[in-house]
C-alpha cells in the first residue's frame, strides 16, 4: 500500500520481560487489520548465534520457522497474531552481527580499516533491520529490540536505531518505548519516575520516543498522563495505557481502545481506518465462552518455566477455543514420574501429552507415563521425543525387547529403535546441526492422521536429530504400532499410531509451531476433541457404575 517501506522501533526500559512482543504482536494486527502488509523481526542482544543451544530455563522455548531458523521465542507471538511465516531474517542475535562482521574482515571486505563498534558492527544492524523492508514483501516492518535501555549490550542496536531514523528521514521511522508505571500500594499511587528515567536513558544515546506504551495494573488518570507527556516530550495521545489483561489475546483490543493504531500511523504520515478484527473477536468469544473444560497432562523435564512449551500451551488455547472447551493443562515433571505413581499422577486425566526435548534425564518418567495411557486407552500426543518413547516403550512392553532405547541416551544399545541418521553420525558441533525447518510428510490413506488433516501430503517443521530406526518398522507394524505418515524422498516415519487405541498419535515433528488464532493446529483440534469425548465417556461409564 505505501510506496516506501516504514519501519517501527520497539523498544524497552526499567525493567525486561514487560511484553515488548504481545505489544509488537499487537500494533502488527492492527495494522494488517488495516490492509497494512505488516512483519515483526526481534534483535536480541546475546552473544549466542541462535537460541539452539541454549536451555529452555535460560530463554523459554526455542521456535523454528519454515526455513529452519532457530529463534527466540517471540517469533512464535508474531505468527500466532498474524497468521503469516517469519524466517530466518525475522530474528537477529548479537552472535549473529559479530560473525557476519568478523567473517567479513577475513575475507579482506573492509579494505584494511581497523573494524568498530561503529560504523562497522551498528552499519550490519542496520542491514539486518532493512532487509525485511528491501524485499518488496512489507509496507512496514516492526523491529523489537530486546533487553533494556541502558543495558550495555543493547547500545549498538539504539545506537543503530538513531542512525537509521536518520537515514530514512521524516515519517518513515518511529521508535514505541515500553516502560513500567509501578503502582505502590503502600503510597495508593502510580509512579511515573521510572518511566521518565527509561525516556532519560533512551535520549542520552539521541534516541526520541515518539509513543509511550505503559505498562501497568491500574487505569492511568489524566493528570499522570499528562505529567508523563511533559516529562517525557511526548504528545498526550501517544502515551499509552498497557493495563494487565486475562489473556493475551486481549491486547490488541487493548491497544485498539488506546488508539495505538492511530497515533502510529499519523506519526508515519500513514491514513487509518477501523481495523476488521471480527474473526479475532469471534476467536476471543469462544475462549472466554467454554461450554465445558478438559484435563490435559503435559509431561516434561522443562515443567518449571512454562515459557519452555509456550506453543504447545498457545496451542491448546486455540484447540480449545475451536472445541469451545476450555483446556486445563497439568504440568508433570518427568523427573518425578514413576511406574508406582503413574495412575496417582494420570488416571484423573482426559488426555496426555508427552513433550519434546532432548538428553536423558526424565525419559524413563515418559516412558512410564506412555505405558500407562496406552493401557488405559487415554488419548496421547507424543511430540519429536515424546513420539521417540512412544516408540521405545511400545518396543520394550509389547515386542518384549528390554533394551530397546535411543541412541541419544545409550549409545551401546543392541537394539537402537531411535539411533541418528547416517549423516549426522560424523558431526560434533551441536548448533544448526539438526533436521530443522518444514519437511514434506504423506499420510497413509486410512489413518487418524489423513481424516485428521483431510489431506495426501503435509508440511511440519522439524528440530530433531535422532529418528525412527526404519529397521524396526516391520516388526512394529505387525504388533500393531503402524508407520502412518513418512517423508517422500528419505522414506524417514514422521507419525506413528497404534488403530487398536481410541486416539494414540506420535509425530517426529512440531506441529505447535504452526498453530495460529486463525487456523488452529487440526493435530491439536483433533487431541482436544478426542479428550472430551474421552471424558463424556468415563463419565457415562462412572454414572452407570
Given at each position: 500500500?505505501t510506496?516506501?517501506?516504514?519501519?517501527i522501533?520497539?523498544?524497552?526500559?526499567?525493567?525486561?520481560?514487560?511484553g515488548k512482543g504481545?505489544?509488537a504482536?499487537?500494533?502488527?494486527?492492527?495494522?494488517q487489520a488495516?490492509?497494512y502488509r505488516t512483519?515483526i523481526q526481534k534483535?536480541?542482544p546475546?552473544?549466542?548465534?541462535?537460541?539452539?543451544?541454549?536451555?529452555?530455563?535460560?530463554h523459554g522455548?526455542?521456535?523454528v520457522?519454515e526455513?529452519?531458523?532457530?529463534?527466540?521465542?517471540?517469533l512464535?507471538h508474531y505468527?500466532?497474531?498474524?497468521?503469516?511465516?517469519t524466517?530466518?531474517?525475522?530474528?537477529v542475535t548479537?552472535g549473529r552481527?559479530?560473525?557476519?562482521?568478523?567473517e567479513?574482515e577475513?575475507r579482506?571486505?573492509?579494505l584494511g580499516?581497523t573494524?568498530?563498534v561503529?560504523p562497522h558492527i551498528?552499519d550490519?544492524?542496520?542491514e539486518?533491520?532493512?532487509i525485511?523492508?528491501k524485499?518488496?514483501?512489507?509496507?512496514i516492518v516492526?523491529?523489537?529490540i530486546?533487553g533494556?535501555v541502558?543495558d550495555i549490550?543493547s547500545?549498538?542496536?539504539?545506537?543503530?536505531?538513531?542512525q537509521?531514523?536518520w537515514?530514512?528521514?521524516?515519517n518513515n521511522?518511529i521508535?514505541?518505548?515500553?516502560?513500567?508505571?509501578p503502582?505502590?500500594?503502600?503510597?495508593g499511587e502510580l509512579?511515573t519516575?521510572?518511566?521518565?528515567?527509561?525516556?532519560?536513558?533512551l535520549?542520552e544515546s539521541?534516541?526520541?520516543?515518539?509513543?509511550?506504551?505503559?505498562?501497568?495494573?491500574?487505569d492511568?488518570p489524566e493528570?499522570?498522563r499528562?505529567k508523563?507527556?511533559l516529562?517525557c516530550?511526548?504528545r498526550?495521545e501517544?502515551?499509552?495505557?498497557?493495563?494487565d489483561?486475562?489473556?493475551?489475546y486481549d491486547?490488541?483490543n487493548l491497544?485498539l481502545q488506546?488508539?495505538l493504531d492511530?497515533?502510529?500511523?499519523?506519526?508515519l504520515?500513514?491514513?487509518?481506518s477501523t481495523?476488521?478484527?471480527?474473526?479475532w473477536?469471534e476467536?476471543?468469544?469462544r475462549?472466554?465462552?467454554?461450554?465445558?473444560?478438559?484435563?490435559?497432562g503435559?509431561i516434561g523435564?522443562y515443567?518449571?518455566?512454562q515459557?519452555?512449551?509456550?506453543?504447545?500451551?498457545?496451542?491448546?488455547?486455540?484447540a480449545?477455543?475451536?472445541?469451545n472447551?476450555k483446556?486445563?493443562v497439568e504440568s508433570i515433571?518427568?523427573e518425578?514420574?514413576?511406574?508406582?505413581?503413574?495412575k496417582?499422577?494420570l488416571?484423573?486425566?482426559?488426555?496426555?501429552?508427552?513433550?519434546?526435548g532432548?538428553?536423558?534425564r526424565?525419559?524413563?518418567?515418559?516412558?512410564?507415563?506412555v505405558?500407562?495411557v496406552?493401557e488405559?486407552s487415554?488419548p496421547?500426543?507424543g511430540i519429536c521425543?515424546?513420539?521417540q518413547?512412544?516408540?521405545i516403550?511400545f518396543?520394550r512392553?509389547?515386542l518384549?525387547?528390554?533394551?530397546a532405547?535411543?541412541t541419544?541416551?545409550?549409545t551401546?544399545t543392541?537394539?537402537?529403535?531411535?539411533d541418528?541418521?547416517e549423516?549426522?553420525k560424523?558431526?560434533?558441533?551441536?548448533?544448526?546441526t539438526?533436521r530443522l525447518?518444514?519437511w514434506?510428510?504423506?499420510l497413509?490413506?486410512?489413518?487418524?492422521v489423513r481424516?485428521?488433516?483431510?489431506v495426501?501430503?503435509?508440511?511440519?517443521?522439524?528440530?530433531?536429530r535422532?529418528e525412527?530406526n526404519?529397521?524396526y518398522?516391520e516388526?512394529?507394524?505387525a504388533?500393531g504400532?503402524?508407520?502412518t505418515?513418512?517423508?517422500?524422498?528419505?522414506?524417514l516415519?514422521?507419525i506413528v499410531?497404534?488403530p487398536s487405541?481410541p486416539w494414540?498419535?506420535?509425530v517426529?515433528?512440531h506441529?505447535?509451531?504452526k498453530?495460529?488464532?486463525a487456523n488452529?493446529?487440526?493435530l491439536?483440534?483433533a487431541?482436544?476433541?478426542?479428550?472430551?469425548s474421552y471424558k463424556k465417556?468415563?463419565?457415562?461409564s462412572?454414572?452407570?457404575?
Amino acid at each position: 500500500m505505501t510506496s516506501t517501506t516504514k519501519y517501527i522501533f520497539v523498544t524497552g526500559g526499567v525493567t525486561s520481560s514487560l511484553g515488548k512482543g504481545i505489544i509488537a504482536a499487537s500494533l502488527a494486527k492492527l495494522l494488517q487489520a488495516q490492509g497494512y502488509r505488516t512483519t515483526i523481526q526481534k534483535l536480541d542482544p546475546y552473544i549466542n548465534v541462535d537460541p539452539g543451544t541454549l536451555n529452555p530455563y535460560e530463554h523459554g522455548e526455542c521456535y523454528v520457522t519454515e526455513d529452519g531458523a532457530e529463534t527466540d521465542l517471540d517469533l512464535g507471538h508474531y505468527e500466532r497474531f498474524l497468521n503469516v511465516p517469519t524466517s530466518q531474517a525475522n530474528n537477529v542475535t548479537t552472535g549473529r552481527i559479530y560473525q557476519s562482521v568478523i567473517e567479513k574482515e577475513r575475507r579482506g571486505e573492509f579494505l584494511g580499516k581497523t573494524v568498530q563498534v561503529v560504523p562497522h558492527i551498528t552499519d550490519e544492524i542496520k542491514e539486518r533491520i532493512q532487509i525485511l523492508g528491501k524485499s518488496g514483501d512489507y509496507d512496514i516492518v516492526i523491529t523489537e529490540i530486546g533487553g533494556t535501555v541502558g543495558d550495555i549490550e543493547s547500545l549498538p542496536y539504539v545506537e543503530a536505531v538513531r542512525q537509521l531514523r536518520w537515514d530514512l528521514g521524516d515519517n518513515n521511522g518511529i521508535v514505541i518505548h515500553l516502560t513500567l508505571v509501578p503502582y505502590l500500594s503502600a503510597a495508593g499511587e502510580l509512579k511515573t519516575k521510572p518511566t521518565q528515567h527509561s525516556v532519560k536513558t533512551l535520549m542520552e544515546s539521541g534516541v526520541q520516543a515518539d509513543v509511550l506504551v505503559c505498562r501497568t495494573e491500574h487505569d492511568l488518570p489524566e493528570d499522570l498522563r499528562r505529567k508523563l507527556a511533559l516529562f517525557c516530550n511526548v504528545r498526550e495521545e501517544a502515551v499509552i495505557q498497557s493495563i494487565d489483561a486475562s489473556t493475551i489475546y486481549d491486547v490488541p483490543n487493548l491497544m485498539l481502545q488506546q488508539g495505538l493504531d492511530k497515533v502510529v500511523l499519523k506519526k508515519l504520515a500513514l491514513e487509518s481506518s477501523t481495523p476488521d478484527i471480527t474473526r479475532w473477536n469471534e476467536f476471543l468469544k469462544r475462549l472466554k465462552n467454554p461450554k465445558t473444560e478438559i484435563t490435559i497432562g503435559l509431561i516434561g523435564k522443562y515443567v518449571e518455566l512454562q515459557d519452555s512449551y509456550k506453543s504447545i500451551l498457545e496451542s491448546f488455547i486455540h484447540a480449545g477455543a475451536a472445541n469451545n472447551v476450555k483446556v486445563n493443562v497439568e504440568s508433570i515433571h518427568s523427573e518425578y514420574l514413576k511406574s508406582d505413581n503413574a495412575k496417582l499422577k494420570l488416571a484423573h486425566l482426559d488426555g496426555v501429552l508427552v513433550a519434546p526435548g532432548f538428553g536423558e534425564r526424565g525419559i524413563e518418567g515418559k516412558i512410564d507415563a506412555v505405558k500407562y495411557v496406552r493401557e488405559n486407552s487415554i488419548p496421547f500426543l507424543g511430540i519429536c521425543l515424546g513420539m521417540q518413547m512412544a516408540v521405545i516403550e511400545f518396543s520394550r512392553n509389547v515386542l518384549g525387547i528390554a533394551d530397546a532405547c535411543s541412541t541419544e541416551m545409550d549409545t551401546t544399545t543392541k537394539n537402537p529403535v531411535i539411533d541418528l541418521m547416517e549423516d549426522q553420525k560424523t558431526i560434533t558441533d551441536k548448533g544448526g546441526t539438526m533436521r530443522l525447518g518444514a519437511w514434506a510428510c504423506d499420510l497413509k490413506e486410512g489413518s487418524k492422521v489423513r481424516d485428521i488433516y483431510n489431506v495426501e501430503s503435509i508440511k511440519e517443521r522439524h528440530r530433531h536429530r535422532y529418528e525412527f530406526n526404519s529397521n524396526y518398522r516391520e516388526q512394529m507394524e505387525a504388533a500393531g504400532m503402524i508407520a502412518t505418515g513418512l517423508n517422500p524422498e528419505t522414506g524417514l516415519v514422521e507419525i506413528v499410531e497404534i488403530p487398536s487405541h481410541p486416539w494414540f498419535v506420535g509425530v517426529q515433528y512440531h506441529p505447535e509451531y504452526k498453530s495460529t488464532v486463525a487456523n488452529p493446529h487440526p493435530l491439536f483440534v483433533a487431541f482436544v476433541k478426542a479428550a472430551l469425548s474421552y471424558k463424556k465417556a468415563k463419565g457415562v461409564s462412572v454414572a452407570q457404575n
